[in-house]
């Protein structure tokens, strides 16, 4: 963890994104929270990261999502060298899509 970004103000938010128990919930909190402009860039860099980890090129990422090459660099080192965070939400929607397209008993 960077200690940089290691506050009281950041758990406080970490806190309050985890109480939030819906897609609506996020929609409401984060509309308030973030510009629509951050929440886009945010939003970008999540599905840039999915694409570099399905082996896109730079330039398909960058046709799809309309992200600059600095910030696909920027989030593919963020895979290589970060925390695993990406890997960690990843795997954890994985296991969730798989557990819901499981059949009933």
């Known amino acids: 963890m960077n200690k940089?970004?290691?506050?009281?103000?950041?758990?406080f938010l970490f806190d309050a994104i985890l109480c939030l128990e819906s897609r609506e919930e996020c929609y409401s909190f984060f509309e308030d929270l973030c510009?629509?402009?951050?929440?886009?860039?945010?939003?970008?860099?999540?599905?840039v990261a999915a694409?570099?980890?399905n082996h896109s090129t730079y330039l398909e990422?960058?046709?799809?999502t309309g992200a600059?090459?600095?910030?696909?660099?920027?989030?593919n080192?963020?895979?290589?060298?970060?925390?695993d965070g990406y890997d960690t939400v990843?795997?954890?929607m994985?296991?969730?899509?798989a557990s819901s397209e499981a059949p009933s008993p």
């Open 61 to 64: 990422i960058a046709e799809k």
């Open 68 to 75: 600059s090459t600095a910030t696909i660099s920027r989030v």
């Open 51 to 53: 694409m570099l980890k």
């Open 4 to 11: 940089k970004v290691k506050s009281d103000a950041v758990d």
């Open 90 to 92: 990843f795997g954890r």
């Open 77 to 83: 080192r963020s895979l290589n060298y970060g925390n």
């Open 94 to 97: 994985r296991r969730k899509e």
């Open 35 to 47: 510009t629509v402009n951050e929440l886009i860039s945010i939003s970008q860099r999540l599905e």
